[in-house]
């Protein structure tokens, strides 16, 4: 079974709106961290947010927001005010506490974010 | 320099060819990384260090090398490589507080690997 879900290949939005791309794990351990991640065509990995799995609140970043509900085991990540540099490949990431001696991530496929003008 | 920086951009090899990918990190970490993204995969790990010691090889074939001779240079080095082994490669460091869930990877911008 995949341990990160993203179910949204390509996303559109309209510039200046907000975006929900969604993100869905599964785990047993207790705890665990959740991250986004951006790739432009560049291909440079740009890390945006994190969340750890005993944070009360959603974790906040300027225009990025993650809506994470414990007990659904997602985290979706809200992209507010979309620009067009927002364009690029989304990527969600998983650290498990049985990864702790490596610092492993588990990666889901992404999703395709694409802002129009 | 900052961040994560990796050279070359761009490599195109023949399979018998034998050539070494860099990543260099100049953010005091301790930790490196060797990912591979191929097309419609999800980041693959392959390697990690951990103080220059490796502390996991994430079943890749012997026909890449990793090197890490202190904790701000990492290389790769490819011999007799597959024509499937065509990817973009990536590099990453992290503070390596590994018991703590926060340890974030910050990534370099990859190297885009052809073999012919």
């Known amino acids: 079974a995949q341990k990160i879900t993203q179910t949204q290949p390509g996303m559109f939005v309209q510039e200046k709106e907000a975006v929900t791309l969604d993100c869905t794990y599964d785990?047993?351990?207790?705890?665990?961290?959740l991250f986004w991640y951006k790739q432009p065509s560049s291909g440079e990995m740009i890390f945006l947010i994190y969340?750890?799995?005993?944070?009360?609140q959603n974790a906040t970043e300027g225009r990025y927001s993650l809506n994470f509900q414990k007990a659904r085991k997602s985290a979706n990540l809200v992209i507010s005010a979309s620009q067009l540099g927002d364009s690029a490949m989304y990527f969600c990431?998983?650290?498990?506490?049985?990864?702790?001696?490596?610092?492993?991530?588990?990666f889901g496929q992404g999703t395709t974010l694409q802002v129009k003008p | 320099e900052t961040g994560v920086t990796q050279t070359p951009r761009h490599l195109v090899m023949g399979m018998t060819n034998k050539k070494s990918l860099k990543c260099e990190q100049h953010?005091?970490?301790?930790?490196m990384y060797w990912y591979k993204q191929s097309a419609k995969k999800p980041l693959e790990l392959m390697f990690v260090y951990s103080l220059e010691e490796r502390v996991e090889n994430n079943s890749v074939p012997s026909r890449f090398s990793p090197e890490c001779p202190n904790s701000s240079h990492l290389f790769l080095h490819l011999h007799t490589l597959q024509p499937e082994d065509s990817a973009l490669y990536l590099c990453?460091?992290?503070?390596?507080?590994?018991?703590?869930?926060?340890?974030?990877?910050?990534f370099g911008p990859g190297t885009r690997l052809t073999v012919l």
């Open positions: 990431a998983m650290r498990e506490e049985a990864n702790a001696n490596t610092g492993k991530l588990i």
């Open positions: 969340q750890g799995s005993y944070d009360q």
């Open positions: 785990t047993s351990d207790p705890s665990y961290g």
């Open positions: 953010l005091g970490h301790n930790a």
């Open positions: 990453a460091s992290s503070q390596d507080g590994w018991e703590e869930s926060t340890d974030t990877q910050y």
